[in-house]
């Protein structure tokens, strides 16, 4: 509760900098020193969009909360590892933001599409109102799997992005699925067919041809989230290396979960402690200015990022991938089955070229299960965070 109290301007002096360490610090696929770059470690880190709470936003659904604080951890954490595959999709893993300097209108489209108001793709209010689809009332907790299913439903409006999301269940991710849903031929409005130019003219924050181009791409870019159980009521410490190697590759678009009474975006690691964005802040809602433009510096976290010891880490989380080619995505199987090969470490999910034959509900279209399966997984990925959750409170 004490963090949800705090101010942008306290928080700026309460984190403390990177060890002085021989250890690399990674960050979401980066390799960097904390002797040599560490100006760039800041910069990369000061470049992830944070969603903190919000209060005095637009009532969700007309009549219901108008801030977040005490109940929306979990789904800023979800806007965020979403954010960072916007951001890869639109404007690249290389883009930094830098206080003052003029942005590309791809990074307002990116940003426009999270801020508080009902009709962002990925707002608050519309993540909140899918949500109840899920099982979840407004300003109830969420797991991680419930946020990923919600992002997956959300994603489908997103015409701009025209992203293949999937969600491998049991532990399990499939390589011929994915591919069938990548290789779909749907219209591609994105980055990778036909990148916007500066001029575009935007209509409500987004290119007025967002939706009406139609051009076809060989694979739709993917973001991939893959809910997990690292053990009972602790991480087991057999997972620790694998989950490390995830911040390790490339496509890595870092883990959401936390630890026993708050929910945390996960961007990177250094020894033996991950490194993660904090969304206990609450910070007013912004409103575009009277000449159109979004005041931006409060959705960049500009203090040292937050560490905390990996033993801590709660067992319930989803680690996150984005390709956005086909060559991504080999170059993503062709890592995860030599880490598979590694003495000592323990895969987190097993990767495979088919549906296995034991599977009871196939999910050949990459649907949401249905209400009954979708009960039995959120009991399963969410059985500790509920207590977690509502302990924030």
């Known amino acids: 509760f004490f963090l949800a109290t705090l101010t942008y301007d306290t928080l700026r002096f309460e984190y403390e900098d990177f060890p002085e360490t021989k250890e690399p610090v990674w960050i979401l696929g980066r390799k960097y020193s904390v002797f040599t770059e560490k100006e760039e470690i800041l910069l990369d880190v000061t470049s992830r969009l944070w969603f903190t709470y919000r209060k005095n936003f637009p ?10 604080t005490g109940w929306g ?4 954490c979800g806007q965020m590892i979403f954010a960072q595959a916007l951001v890869c999709r639109h404007l690249g893993r290389d883009w930094r933001w830098i206080k003052g300097k003029r942005q590309m209108d791809n990074y307002f489209n990116v940003l426009n599409a999270f801020i508080d108001k009902k009709d962002s793709y990925y707002s608050i209010h519309q993540i909140a109102q899918m949500g109840v689809g899920e099982g979840k009332s407004i300003g109830q907790w969420y797991g991680p799997n419930t946020v990923a299913q919600v992002l997956k439903k959300l994603a489908t409006f ?3 992005s025209s992203l293949a999301v999937h969600i491998a269940m049991d532990n399990t991710v499939v390589m ?15 980055a990778a067919a036909c990148p916007a130019v500066e001029s575009d003219i935007l209509y409500n924050g987004y290119p007025e041809e967002a939706g009406v181009r139609d051009r076809l791409s060989l694979w739709k870019p993917l973001v991939l989230l893959i809910p997990l159980r690292l053990g009972l009521t602790e991480i087991n410490e ?29 961007i990177g690691y250094v020894g033996e402690e991950l490194i993660y964005l904090d969304p206990h802040t609450t910070q007013p809602a912004v409103e575009p200015s009277d000449s159109g433009c979004l005041p931006d510096e409060s959705f960049h976290c500009q203090h040292p990022p937050c560490r905390m010891s990996i033993a801590e880490l709660d067992p319930s ?4 991938f984005f390709c956005n080619t086909e ?12 880490l598979s090969l590694v003495r000592g470490v323990l895969p987190m999910f097993e990767l495979v070229e088919r549906q296995p034959s034991h599977f ?25 965070d509920e207590d977690f959750e509502i302990l924030s409170l």
């Not at 009532?59 to 977040?68: M, V």
């Not at 995830?246 to 678009?253: A, G, V």
């Not at 989380?317 to 996150?320: H, P």
């Open 327 to 338: 060559e991504d995505f080999n170059n993503w199987c062709q890592q995860i089955k030599k």
């Open 360 to 384: 009871s509900n196939p999910d050949v279209l990459n649907l949401t299960p249905d209400s009954s399966d979708a009960d039995r997984l959120e009991r399963f990925f969410d059985s500790e």
């Open 59 to 68: 009532a969700i659904g007309g009549t219901g909360p108008t801030s977040d």
């Open 238 to 266: 057999a997972y620790i290396e694998t989950l490390k190697h995830c911040f390790m590759m490339p496509q890595s678009l870092g883990v959401i979960g936390g630890k026993p009474n708050s929910a945390h975006y996960f």
């Open 317 to 320: 989380i989803a680690v996150g």
């Open 176 to 190: 011929e699925e994915i591919r069938r849903l990548c290789q779909s031929n749907f219209p591609c409005d994105g």
């Open 73 to 76: 951890c979990m789904l800023r």
């Open 158 to 160: 997103d015409t701009w």
